[in-house]
């Protein structure tokens, strides 16, 4: 359980846009495996052992009632969506816990667990070694992806700067850090309905392959 190791105990997960790109379709119901989208990617931060902090903004009350009855979802509503992602980061954020906290996006359902575990145990690394706290990407050859550990003080100093700042930019000032997670699912979202069905097609691979 990543909670158990240090204190990091929650996901914020953001899922509030409204998927202007996928040509009238939305991402978080969109059919995915035995489930949807959002539901996969929630089940695989419960896997890894933390309670999550889901960011609702565009057609929120129907993500409220798909996990009205999970106690360890917390709905988050940003009333101010369109104004970008990073206000809807920061309003999970600020209804998190933990010295540190994850950061993940809806639409990454082929993000495993382990991922999760790899980036939380570099954490645990560098605290032991008296390491000062950055924020740190699961990455793949070198490139950042999700999930994104974000120490919390990093993560609301952020609330100062404009709203179609990239919370990404913010981070990149403390000297983020890398964790090889040897999967390119990290890098993999879904801006296109082309992306979606590519996505779908290697989740029934990787489900096959079990």
């Given at each position: 359980?990543v909670?158990?190791?240090?204190?990091?105990?929650?996901?914020?997960?953001v899922?509030?846009?409204?998927?202007?790109?996928?040509?009238?379709?939305?991402?978080?119901?969109?059919?995915?495996g035995?489930?949807?989208?959002?539901?996969?990617?929630?089940?695989?931060?419960?896997?890894?052992?933390?309670?999550?902090?889901?960011?609702?903004?565009?057609?929120?009350?129907?993500?409220?009632r798909?996990?009205?009855?999970?106690?360890?979802?917390?709905?988050?509503?940003?009333?101010?969506?369109?104004?970008?992602?990073l206000?809807?980061v920061?309003?999970?954020?600020?209804?998190?816990?933990?010295?540190?906290?994850?950061?993940?996006n809806?639409?990454?359902?082929?993000?495993?667990?382990?991922?999760?575990?790899?980036?939380?145990?570099?954490?645990?690394?560098?605290?032991?070694?008296?390491?000062?706290?950055?924020?740190?990407?699961?990455?793949?050859?070198?490139?950042?992806?999700?999930?994104?550990?974000?120490?919390?003080?990093?993560?609301?100093?952020a609330?100062?700067?404009?709203?179609?700042?990239?919370?990404?930019?913010?981070?990149?000032?403390?000297?983020?850090?890398?964790?090889?997670?040897?999967?390119?699912?990290?890098?993999?979202?879904?801006?296109?309905?082309?992306?979606?069905?590519?996505?779908?097609?290697?989740?029934?691979?990787?489900?096959?392959?079990?």
């Amino acid at each position: 359980m990543v909670g158990k190791v240090l204190n990091i105990s929650d996901c914020v997960i953001v899922a509030a846009g409204a998927s202007t790109r996928m040509g009238g379709a939305w991402k978080p119901l969109l059919p995915f495996g035995a489930s949807t989208i959002i539901q996969t990617t929630v089940e695989t931060a419960f896997s890894a052992g933390l309670r999550i902090v889901l960011v609702v903004g565009f057609r929120g009350e129907e993500l409220a009632r798909l996990f009205a009855h999970e106690r360890e979802v917390i709905i988050a509503e940003n009333p101010h969506w369109e104004r970008g992602l990073l206000g809807s980061v920061l309003c999970g954020m600020e209804r998190s816990q933990g010295e540190a906290v994850f950061s993940m996006n809806a639409d990454k359902p082929l993000v495993s667990p382990e991922a999760y575990r790899l980036v939380a145990a570099e954490y645990e690394r560098r605290a032991k070694a008296g390491m000062p706290p950055v924020p740190l990407f699961a990455s793949y050859q070198g490139k950042a992806g999700h999930p994104v550990l974000i120490p919390r003080e990093i993560a609301l100093q952020a609330a100062s700067l404009p709203p179609d700042t990239r919370m990404r930019d913010h981070l990149k000032k403390y000297e983020p850090a890398l964790v090889d997670c040897g999967d390119e699912a990290i890098l993999l979202d879904i801006d296109t309905n082309e992306e979606y069905e590519r996505l779908r097609v290697l989740g029934k691979r990787s489900i096959q392959g079990l």
